[in-house]
């Protein structure tokens, strides 16, 4: 047996012990926050086969997922043979969300545990099923990431954490040798990282930013395994984040399609590039937050 296929194996047996000491049950449904992405992705495909018959991805739906990741998740639930369910969340109401003052992830994230919440207990209320386990894609990484308050969101809502002792490089690893599609796509956070902190956290903001990456990655012709990110920033300005060694011949292309016009129906001050950088926009604000309920 290979490394990866004993990583793979001791990883679902910890999921399945910390079931049974979650609950002794059999009337029981594991449920995996899932966005498409490469960590979610993993927990659903390692869930699904700890529990091939009682597990289940929820993805939330609002303005701040673009529409290419609520495809790509469809897509991706399908090759693992898990069923998906879309939810309906409201982080778009919360006053502290829209205000984007650090805050945004922590509400985003309790938004979506809140509804799955009520999915649980309409479920149980309406089934056999008694016990239900969330699971998040949370990797050793986002644990040491100052700018991940939606972590404490899911401390709030017990979520379990499979992943938590695998870096980013060893969760991309284990999905390829598990031949999940999307083992080598780029990141692709919510539409709100990128907004500059400060520049509120409205439909119309959220949808600018989308249209403009995709205009942006169908010109320079970018395989979803680059990075991209448009960020609108303070004064409506739009900075172009893609990978540094494309920097210099990105701009003329950019401008030969008329970057400026089409930034400017979309709603954009002005635009720029620079290299991209994970979390360019993010601040830390962790201490402003208190954990309402912990394991």
Same mark, same amino acid.
């Given at each position: 047996?290979?490394?990866?296929?004993?990583?793979?194996?001791?990883?679902?047996?910890?999921?399945?012990?910390?079931?049974?000491?979650?609950?002794?049950?059999?009337?029981?449904?594991?449920?995996?926050?899932?966005?498409?992405?490469?960590?979610?992705? &993993?927990?659903? =495909?390692?869930? /699904?086969?700890?529990? !091939?018959? @009682? *597990? +289940?991805?929820?993805?939330? $739906?609002?303005?701040?997922?673009?529409?290419?990741?609520?495809?790509?998740?469809?897509?991706?639930?399908?090759?693992?043979?898990?069923?998906?369910?879309?939810?309906?969340?409201?982080?778009?109401?919360?006053?502290?969300?829209?205000?984007?003052?650090?805050?945004?992830?922590?509400?985003?994230?309790?938004?979506?545990?809140?509804?799955?919440?009520?999915?649980?207990?309409?479920?149980?209320?309406?089934?056999?099923?008694?016990?239900?386990?969330?699971?998040?894609?949370?990797?050793?990484?986002?644990?040491?990431?100052?700018?991940?308050?939606?972590? &404490?969101?899911? =401390?709030?809502? /017990?979520?379990?954490? !499979?992943? @938590? *002792? +695998?870096?980013?490089?060893? $969760?991309?690893?284990?999905?390829?040798?598990?031949?999940?599609?999307?083992?080598?796509?780029?990141?692709?956070?919510?539409?709100?990282?990128?907004?500059?902190?400060?520049?509120?956290?409205?439909?119309?903001?959220?949808?600018?930013?989308?249209?403009?990456?995709?205009?942006?990655?169908?010109?320079?012709?970018?395989?979803?395994?680059?990075?991209?990110?448009?960020?609108?920033?303070?004064?409506?300005?739009?900075?172009?984040?893609?990978?540094?060694?494309?920097?210099?011949?990105?701009?003329?292309?950019?401008?030969?399609?008329?970057?400026?016009?089409?930034?400017?129906?979309?709603?954009?001050?002005?635009?720029?590039?620079?290299?991209?950088?994970?979390?360019?926009?993010?601040?830390?604000?962790?201490?402003?937050?208190?954990?309402?309920?912990?394991?």
């Amino acid at each position: 047996m290979s490394r990866l296929s004993k990583l793979t194996d001791s990883i679902i047996h910890s999921i399945k012990a910390s079931a049974r000491q979650a609950s002794s049950s059999q009337a029981a449904q594991h449920i995996t926050a899932f966005s498409g992405g490469v960590d979610s992705s &993993l927990t659903l =495909a390692l869930v /699904n086969r700890a529990f !091939p018959k @009682s *597990s +289940l991805g929820v993805i939330g $739906v609002s303005p701040s997922l673009p529409e290419s990741q609520l495809e790509l998740a469809r897509r991706v639930a399908s090759h693992i043979n898990a069923p998906l369910t879309e939810v309906t969340t409201n982080e778009g109401t919360v006053p502290d969300y829209i205000e984007n003052k650090g805050q945004a992830c922590f509400h985003c994230k309790t938004a979506l545990y809140s509804t799955l919440q009520s999915v649980i207990d309409y479920s149980s209320s309406q089934s056999h099923v008694n016990h239900v386990t969330l699971y998040n894609g949370t990797n050793k990484d986002d644990k040491s990431d100052p700018t991940r308050v939606g972590l &404490l969101a899911a =401390a709030n809502f /017990n979520v379990m954490s !499979p992943l @938590s *002792s +695998l870096k980013k490089s060893e $969760v991309r690893e284990l999905a390829k040798h598990l031949g999940l599609p999307n083992h080598d796509y780029a990141a692709s956070p919510c539409l709100r990282s990128r907004l500059a902190f400060g520049v509120e956290a409205t439909s119309e903001h959220l949808k600018r930013v989308e249209k403009a990456e995709n205009f942006v990655r169908r010109t320079l012709n970018l395989p979803p395994q680059s990075d991209l990110r448009v960020r609108l920033l303070s004064g409506g300005k739009g900075m172009i984040e893609i990978e540094r060694s494309k920097l210099h011949e990105s701009k003329p292309v950019l401008e030969e399609h008329d970057i400026q016009n089409k930034f400017s129906e979309l709603g954009f001050s002005t635009w720029d590039l620079r290299a991209f950088k994970s979390g360019a926009e993010a601040v830390i604000v962790k201490d402003q937050i208190e954990i309402t309920q912990t394991k």
